[in-house]
Structures are given as C-alpha cells and as structure tokens.
Nanobody, 121 residues
Framework: QVQLVESGGGLVQAGGSLTLSCAAS????????MRWYRQAPGKQRELVAV??????NYADSVKGRFTISRDNARNTVYLQMNSLKPEDTGVYYC????????????????WGQGTQVTVSS
C-alpha cells in the first residue's frame, strides 16, 4: 500500500517563490520516476516537471524558473518555484510511476490529493 501526500501550496504575489513537497509512504524499495502536474479551473491537467534517475525535464512554460529535486532516502520529491506568474495558478499534483515495494512487487501510477497554488497580480 503506497500513499502520496503533497504540501507547501498557498497564496503568493507575482514574482515570489514557493516550494512544494510530496512524500511517498508505504513499503517502498524504490521509485522509478516522479512528476509534478498542475491543473487550472476549466483547463486540462498539464505536466510541469519530471525526475527519473539523474535526469530532469520541464515544460517550456516553467523552464528556468522551476526546479524539481528528490530525496531518495525519504522518498520525497520537491518543486522549487521562483519568479511566479499569475498563469502558474492551479492545483499541483504529485505522481509516482512504477514503485517497487520491499516485498519485490511493482505498483504503477500513484497520485497525491493535490495542493492549491494561487499567484496574485
């Protein structure tokens, strides 16, 4: 049984910064990839950032402003968001792809509950 919990969202003025956290809990041996998505009201959910192995990738809209990182010992992924814009507003979701449990079983495609980020003008 695996669970993801996001935290760190809130209200910030344009140009400010926020750091989001996502902690995975359960009988976890390793996690292949971890991702951050976001969804604004009336819009489709979009991929923001990915970390797998030693590599990271970002959506063009956040490249140079956001940084994704992970602490494998704590099974936690972070999203450092700088120079925030009003268009960054939305619910941010954490996703984990292909989790290997301590018992040697593989679990796929887990999602957190989401955390709200609001950027004012």
């Amino acid at each position: 049984q695996v669970q993801l919990v996001e935290s760190g969202g809130g209200l910030v003025q344009a140009g400010g910064s926020l750091t989001l956290s996502c902690a995975a809990s359960g009988s976890i041996f390793s996690i292949n990839a971890m991702r951050w998505y976001r969804q604004a009201p009336g819009k489709q959910r979009e991929l923001v950032a990915v970390t797998r192995g030693g590599s990271t990738n970002y959506a063009d809209s956040v490249k140079g402003r956001f940084t994704i990182s992970r602490d494998n010992a704590r099974n936690t992924v972070y999203l450092q968001m700088n120079s925030l814009k009003p268009e960054d507003t939305g619910v941010y979701y954490c996703n984990a792809d292909r989790i290997r449990t301590m018992e040697g079983r593989y679990e796929y495609d887990y999602w957190g509950q989401g955390t709200q980020v609001t950027v004012s003008s």
